[in-house]
């Protein structure tokens, strides 16, 4: 098959890419660039430099390459910033979401998987969550996505659209010779490797004072190998089935002190903490039923255990810095 893969330059789109290069289908990468390197792409992709926001490129793009389908990854991704700037990650994030649900109506590209997030859910009432739990995003970042699978169950029922909607939880590890490098790093499993790495002085966490076991915050990790081969269930299931939406995770929440654990055990370093104030718009707990993707999709994760995770994402975070 063939393929557009927006915001295919970056960690979870760049992974996805080589997966689907991998099982021989075509990939026509567009992205651009504003937090990733055209180092990154995949050898074997086709490139567009080019914006979300662009119909005009963006349409001409679909057009000549008369895609079976579009993976979307492109977006703003940070939901600490999204609480300091709002607009840029409506205007990115959901605006131009909205122009590529145009430009693929205009061209009869109908097939569509979209990143989404467990940001939808906002502060969860329980764990696990399922994908029909309460939708109230605690960030603006969460919210634009929400925005996002909104337009696009109009899209659906109106339009022709079909898509599937992967509220992907956090996303960690690497794929041999590729993994997360984000420009710049906010998240906590790159960050805390630099701190491993002597790169960083300590890895601050954001607040002790949730109401989990230690205080820090709980995640769920799934690792973007796993996640990978969801996206390729989903663009498949798009051929016989609905539009669905999806929780991506491993049904197992880990809190910040515990990842920091984990590092340490893989690692064998020493990785400093000292404790710093909550970050706006933090959930305290976000823990995913994956049952529906397993059950309907028979989607089956291989890496269940953190410190699998964290072992794969060490042994690229050492290339990476080593370069
Ligand atoms: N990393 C996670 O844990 C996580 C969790 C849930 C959802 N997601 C979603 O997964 C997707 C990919 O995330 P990632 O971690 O790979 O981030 P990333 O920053 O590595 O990749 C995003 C890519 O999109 C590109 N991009 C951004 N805005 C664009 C625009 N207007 N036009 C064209 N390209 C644009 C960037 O240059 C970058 O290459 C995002 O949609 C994100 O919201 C990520
Ligand atoms: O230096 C840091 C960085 C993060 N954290 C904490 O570690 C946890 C994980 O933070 P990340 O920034 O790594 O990830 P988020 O949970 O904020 O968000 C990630 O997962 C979400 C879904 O759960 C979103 O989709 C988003 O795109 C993706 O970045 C949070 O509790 C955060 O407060 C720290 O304590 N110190």
Redesign the pocket.
Known sequence: MNYLV??G??????TVSRLLLERGHRVTV???????KKDALPSSATFVE????DADLLSRTLRNGKFDGVLH?????EAGESMKRPDIYFR?NTA?TLTLLECMQQTGTQRLVF?????CYGEPKRAPIEETDELRPTNAYGES?LLSEYMMRWFAERMGLRYAALR????AGAIPGYG?A?EPES?LIPLILDTALGLRDNIRIYGEDYPTKDGTCVRDYVHVADLAEAHLLAMDSLATQESAIYNIGNGQGFTVREVIDSARRVTGREIPVIVEARRPGDPAVLVASSAKIQRELGWAPKFDQLDAILATAWEWHQKLRAV
């Open positions: 927006t915001g330059a970056g960690y979870i789109g760049g567009y992205d651009n660039l504003c937090h990733s080019g914006d979300i926001a990854f492109a977006a703003l991704i990115n131009g990143s989404s997030t467990a940001a996505k992907y939880f956090n996303v997360e984000h998240h």
